[in-house]
């Protein structure tokens, strides 16, 4: 009976055994083919690059400087009488103030003199005129007898306004030396140096101060080769902003004035000439450059059409990778025509809508595939047979 029993028992855990056994290796097999349907793939991020227009900067530095530096010197003789307050180093005067005074009283009498000179020298040719007037008359009385000119009183006449115009020029000289006598600021200007005091004798074309006209300022500032090739064709009155830096720094607004027109024989550079109105902000009421400050000079210059912008990191050795149609890796060789701050400009070696690699692998080669972060994957066909085989 127990015999009977075990015939009966034995294919139902045979039967068991084998489907117990079909499952795990199943499963093994499973396990397998989704350990090889693993994406090794490096994962990079990509961005399209469009091509714009751009508007060249270029940047520069220079020192500030007065447009114009006089070693003043005094017209007349004479004692210093009194000077401006503000006649002092470091002073700043406008146009047209009295620096310093110099005794009046020898330039007064002078005018006094000249004055009655040229009196005189009136009152001699009305009586010139006169008698040359009296002669015309006699002569035109007696038609018939020839008169010289001796006897019109013309050699007469010139000669009294030769007088005349002598002694106007005298005194015109002599109310020049008065009004010399006032030295008088050409222009708004600071005070560099001052040599005179109240007291002093100064003479004529003696020096007696160092001033800086502070009405316009220039800033020559040196433009290398590869930037000379990006100026604009007309540069005088290009706008350019003049940044002074510091703990306190500003900008203020010059222009263009000109081009020196020499190429230094040592840096091989040209060099441009920056003017500021009023640099020390009397009328502007803006923060003042002082001169010799070292300042930036940034201006506009020519305009680059459909340029690539990219950042410098992304740039090695005139080379990008772009992610190609089948998402693999391309080198590109590019043509980098401009460097501004931490951008390369690119005229040429790429296309619009081209997807940048911005994350490289490790070891990027040619043709490696990869695969895009956030991209969505495309399904796989090994993925529906393996559900299949599940359900089976």
Same mark, same amino acid.
């Given at each position: 009976m $127990?015999?009977?029993?075990l015939r009966?028992?034995?294919?139902?855990?045979?039967?068991?055994?084998?489907?117990v056994?079909?499952?795990?290796?199943?499963?093994?097999?499973?396990?397998?083919?989704k350990?090889?349907?693993?994406?090794?793939?490096p994962?990079? $991020?990509?961005?399209p690059? &469009?091509?714009n227009?751009?508007?060249?900067?270029?940047?520069?530095?220079?020192?500030?400087k007065?447009?114009?530096?006089t070693?003043?010197?005094a017209?007349?003789?004479g004692e210093v009488?009194?000077?401006h307050?503000?006649f002092?180093?470091?002073?700043?005067?406008?146009?047209?103030?009295?620096?310093?005074s110099?005794?009046?009283?020898?330039?007064?009498a002078?005018?006094?003199v000249?004055?009655?000179?040229?009196?005189?020298?009136?009152?001699?040719? %009305?009586?010139?005129q006169a008698?040359?007037?009296v002669?015309? /008359?006699?002569?035109?009385?007696?038609?018939?007898?020839?008169?010289?000119?001796?006897?019109?009183?013309?050699?007469q006449?010139?000669s009294?306004?030769?007088?005349?115009?002598?002694?106007?020029?005298?005194?015109?000289r002599?109310?020049?030396?008065?009004?010399?006598?006032d030295?008088?600021?050409?222009?708004?200007?600071?005070i560099?140096?001052r040599n005179?005091?109240?007291?002093?004798?100064?003479?004529?074309?003696?020096?007696?101060?160092e001033?800086?006209?502070?009405?316009?300022?220039e800033? %020559?500032?040196?433009i290398?080769?590869? /930037?000379?090739?990006?100026?604009?064709?007309?540069i005088?009155g290009i706008?350019?902003?003049?940044?002074?830096?510091?703990?306190?720094s500003?900008?203020?607004?010059?222009v %263009?004035?000109r081009?020196?027109?020499?190429? /230094?024989n040592?840096?091989?550079m040209?060099?441009l000439?920056?003017? *500021?109105e009023?640099?020390?902000g009397?009328?502007?009421?803006?923060?003042? *450059?002082?001169?010799?400050?070292?300042?930036?000079v940034?201006?506009?210059g020519?305009?680059?059409?459909?340029?690539y912008?990219l950042p410098?990191?992304?740039?090695?050795?005139?080379?990008?990778w772009?992610?190609?149609e089948?998402?693999?890796?391309?080198p590109?060789?590019?043509t980098v025509?401009r460097?501004?701050?931490?951008?390369?400009?690119?005229s040429s070696?790429?296309?619009?809508?081209?997807k940048?690699?911005?994350?490289l692998?490790e070891?990027?080669?040619?043709?490696?595939?990869?695969?895009?972060?956030?991209? $969505?994957?495309?399904?796989?066909? &090994? /993925?529906?047979?393996?559900?299949n085989?599940q359900?089976?």
């Amino acid at each position: 009976m $127990q015999t009977n029993s075990l015939r009966w028992v034995f294919p139902f855990v045979a039967l068991a055994i084998g489907v117990v056994g079909f499952k795990a290796i199943n499963a093994l097999a499973n396990e397998q083919e989704k350990k090889a349907l693993v994406d090794t793939r490096p994962t990079v $991020q990509v961005e399209p690059v &469009s091509a714009n227009d751009h508007q060249v900067v270029i940047n520069s530095y220079g020192e500030v400087k007065p447009l114009e530096n006089t070693q003043l010197s005094a017209q007349v003789s004479g004692e210093v009488l009194s000077w401006h307050p503000s006649f002092v180093a470091g002073g700043v005067v406008a146009r047209g103030e009295t620096l310093f005074s110099i005794e009046k009283d020898n330039y007064e009498a002078a005018v006094l003199v000249a004055e009655a000179e040229l009196a005189r020298a009136q009152a001699g040719l %009305i009586e010139e005129q006169a008698q040359a007037k009296v002669a015309e /008359d006699e002569a035109k009385r007696f038609p018939s007898k020839a008169r010289t000119d001796l006897f019109l009183r013309k050699p007469q006449v010139l000669s009294a306004q030769a007088n005349v115009k002598s002694a106007q020029a005298a005194l015109k000289r002599a109310q020049r030396d008065l009004e010399n006598c006032d030295v008088k600021a050409p222009y708004d200007a600071l005070i560099v140096s001052r040599n005179v005091g109240v007291g002093q004798y100064v003479t004529m074309g003696s020096q007696v101060a160092e001033l800086n006209n502070i009405e316009t300022a220039e800033v %020559i500032i040196p433009i290398a080769g590869f /930037d000379s090739v990006f100026l604009p064709e007309r540069i005088k009155g290009i706008t350019a902003t003049v940044i002074q830096k510091g703990l306190n720094s500003f900008t203020r607004e010059g222009v %263009i004035d000109r081009d020196l027109g020499i190429v /230094d024989n040592a840096t091989r550079m040209s060099s441009l000439v920056v003017r *500021i109105e009023d640099p020390y902000g009397l009328k502007n009421k803006q923060p003042a *450059i002082k001169f010799g400050s070292y300042v930036q000079v940034n201006f506009a210059g020519t305009t680059l059409n459909n340029i690539y912008r990219l950042p410098q990191a992304l740039v090695n050795n005139q080379t990008v990778w772009v992610v190609g149609e089948n998402q693999t890796l391309e080198p590109r060789k590019v043509t980098v025509i401009r460097e501004e701050g931490e951008y390369f400009y690119i005229s040429s070696g790429l296309k619009a809508d081209d997807k940048l690699v911005v994350t490289l692998p490790e070891y990027p080669q040619k043709g490696m595939e990869v695969k895009i972060a956030g991209a $969505q994957p495309a399904p796989e066909s &090994s /993925d529906v047979s393996t559900s299949n085989t599940q359900q089976l």
